[in-house]
T-cell receptor, first 113, second 113 residues
Framework: DQQVKQNSPSLSVQEGRISILNCDYT??????FLWYKKYPAEGPTFLIS?????DKNEDGRFTVFLNKSAKHLSLHIVPSQPGDSAVYFC????????????FGTGTRLQVTL | KAGVTQTPRYLIKTRGQQVTLSCSPI?????VSWYQQTPGQGLQFLFE???????NKGNFPGRFSGRQFSNSRSEMNVSTLELGDSALYLC????????????FGQGTRLTVV
């Protein structure tokens, strides 16, 4: 049972445009969400997080939106840069179970020139 | 501040052997979690240690075990290795006193032949 889903395995966006990566979850107990970026043979790099008490969080070019009623979150990258090309993972957790994060299967983003 | 350090980076073992992987968390972080990443299953939570005690455990067989030392360094052990244990093993650290973000090391690539 996949509790966190990223239904788009890949996404290609032109440099300078907006990249939108989507994530859906099924477990209502999740109360915080994170996005990670990963290059091959490296560990995931934390990008941005959001608590379930918020519906938006911004950090520079990265914005995460949370729609609790739809159990959906999205990561917006504006403007997209070639260095953003990587696999992006959505992760969810519950403050009661601390560090146990449930990850989606990832979306490969390619930013083209 | 140094990041999460995992050793070794690469390892090749034979079926039936055992292996120990090491993780040094970010200085001051007391929570260490372990994850397994495989192409088929994605990133899956193994267990978490906090102040030398296992606080959470994922759905892995008893062949997978871990421990944490008083300096927060952690080791993960896999006994009686199987071909399916070939994966990237990732360690993540958190302060443990709150905050959502988990910071990952570069991982240990284990190949079982």
């Amino acid at each position: 049972d996949q509790q966190v889903k990223q239904n788009s395995p890949s996404l290609s966006v032109q440099e300078g445009r907006i990249s939108i990566l989507n994530c859906d979850y099924t477990n209502s107990m999740f109360d915080y969400f994170l996005w990670y970026k990963k290059y091959p043979a490296e560990g995931p790099t934390f990008l941005i997080s959001i608590s379930s008490i918020k519906d938006k969080n911004e950090d520079g070019r990265f914005t995460v939106f949370l729609n609790k009623s739809a159990k959906h979150l999205s990561l917006h990258i504006v403007p997209s840069q070639p260095g953003d090309s990587a696999v992006y993972f959505c992760a969810a957790g519950n403050t009661g179970t601390a560090s146990k994060l449930t990850f989606g299967t990832g979306t490969r983003l390619q930013v083209t020139l | 501040k140094a990041g999460v350090t995992q050793t070794p980076r690469y390892l090749i073992k034979t079926r039936g052997q055992q292996v120990t992987l090491s993780c040094s968390p970010i200085s001051g972080h007391r929570s260490v979690s372990w994850y397994q990443q495989t192409p088929g299953q994605g990133l899956q939570f193994l267990f978490e240690y906090f102040s030398e005690t296992q606080r959470n455990k994922g759905n892995f067989p008893g062949r997978f075990s871990g421990r944490q030392f008083s300096n927060s360094r952690s080791e993960m052990n896999v006994s009686t290795l199987e071909l399916g244990d070939s994966a990237l093993y990732l360690c993540a650290s958190r302060p443990g006193g709150g905050g959502y973000e988990a910071f990952f090391g570069q991982g240990t690539r284990l190949t079982v032949v």
